[in-house]
């Protein structure tokens, strides 16, 4: 790891893999475990830099596909790079573009060399190579890159997965030696899909590459919830215990307790803002949808034990009221509270781990799943 980085674990749960830890980046130190709230294209869907500090983010995830199309890693990188361009001044990991590209299906072509696709901004044509996302990525600046990667969604043949899994490995050797940005963590990304052989086929390989972290990819694509863990649990198994271990694209309150819980330090997802969109509200005692006729006179807040901003000021039917009317006030005022909660559940499964109490906590924060 370059010297504008390091990754320590300050405590361990008594019994499983959970651990909370310390990440040193050249904007901060980051507390482990985190949620990072995504900001595909810059800017986290409704939610202001100053708003994401109040709230308590750390990190965030911005999208090297969609910045690289618009407004162009050339204009970021003008602007300062992405921390000036988008007055954010904490962490920011960027992704490979991999799982975009990959998805594009029909737009795009996956060969050895890399990805050719289209953009489904203008129909333009482009080309991804492991070298071309690195040199983005560095463009952009964040303070962590991913090495560029196929993900395979769910459900696909062995022999595919088996296919894109080789392609990743081969592709992050090729990240690993285009990467020059000494204040800049490049991470490996784990695939295999839901074969745990693939899976700690895939975890030995990049360990050996000695990556300062390594990323978890390919899950939370359409598969049953025990499939993803065991999968999950393979890579671990044979990632360095040194390094920090990101979970991509996961983010229920469910899912931290039992990715913590499993030896992961990281996760992001868009999951809060997304269900915010269509009125849905995590609370602790489940998920609300504050859109539905029963919240037109309630007067309570989103989530009565929540003391974030939005729970001391808004009642849910001034919320409901809001978003009946397609005002964009109401489409904000869930999302931060989403956001808000999402990052105060992590700040107590930390805690829970560093005062000794996560066994205990684990049938808490499973409560927090469900939707009324």
Not at 43 to 59: D, H, N, R, Y
Not at 205 to 222: C, E, Q, R, T
Request: proline share 4%; charged share 25%; hydrophobic share 40%.
């Amino acid at each position: 790891m370059t010297s504008a980085f390091g990754f320590r674990v300050i405590r361990r749960a008594a019994s499983g893999l959970a651990r909370a830890g310390e990440l040193m980046t050249p904007h901060g130190v980051i507390e482990t475990p985190v949620f990072m709230p995504v900001g595909t294209q810059g800017s986290v869907k409704g939610i202001s830099p100053e708003e994401l500090l109040e709230m308590g983010a750390q990190m965030i995830l911005a999208n090297t596909y969609h910045l690289y199309l618009r407004p162009g890693s050339d204009v970021v990188l003008e602007a300062g790079g992405l921390h000036a361009f988008m007055n954010w001044h904490r962490g920011i990991l960027t992704d490979s573009g991999g799982f975009q590209v990959a998805s594009l299906a029909d737009l795009r072509k996956i060969t050895d060399d890399g990805v050719e696709f289209r953009s489904h901004i203008d129909g333009s044509t482009h080309f991804l190579a492991p070298e071309t996302a690195v040199r983005i990525q560095e463009a952009l600046g964040a303070d962590i890159g991913m090495a560029f990667d196929e993900c395979v969604r769910y459900p696909a043949e062995r022999e595919y997965v088996r296919d894109a899994l080789r392609r990743t490995t081969t592709w992050a050797r090729r990240c690993r030696a285009a990467h020059t940005r000494e204040d800049q963590a490049l991470f490996g990304i784990v695939q295999g899909g839901v074969f745990p052989d693939l899976r700690e086929e895939s975890a030995k390989a990049l360990a050996d590459m000695d990556f300062p972290g390594y990323g978890i990819g390919g899950l939370s694509v359409g598969e049953p919830k025990d499939l993803m863990f065991e999968a999950l649990e393979h890579a671990v198994e044979h990632l360095p215990e040194s390094k920090p271990r990101y979970l991509m694209g996961v983010g229920t309150p469910e899912d931290f307790i039992e990715g913590v819980s499993r030896g992961v330090d990281m996760f992001d997802c868009v999951l809060p803002t997304r269900i915010a969109r269509h009125g849905t509200a995590f609370t602790g005692a489940g998920r609300i949808i504050v859109r539905d006729a029963a919240y037109a006179r309630d007067r309570a807040p989103l989530d009565p034990e929540c003391d974030c901003r939005v729970c001391r000021s808004y009642s849910r039917a001034y919320i409901r009221h809001l978003l009946k009317s397609g005002e964009m006030l109401g489409l904000r005022l869930v999302s931060y509270h989403n956001l808000y909660f999402l990052i105060q559940v992590m700040r107590k499964i930390r805690r829970s781990i560093i005062d000794g109490s996560f066994e205990g906590a684990r049938k808490e924060f499973a409560a927090l799943c469900g939707t009324k």
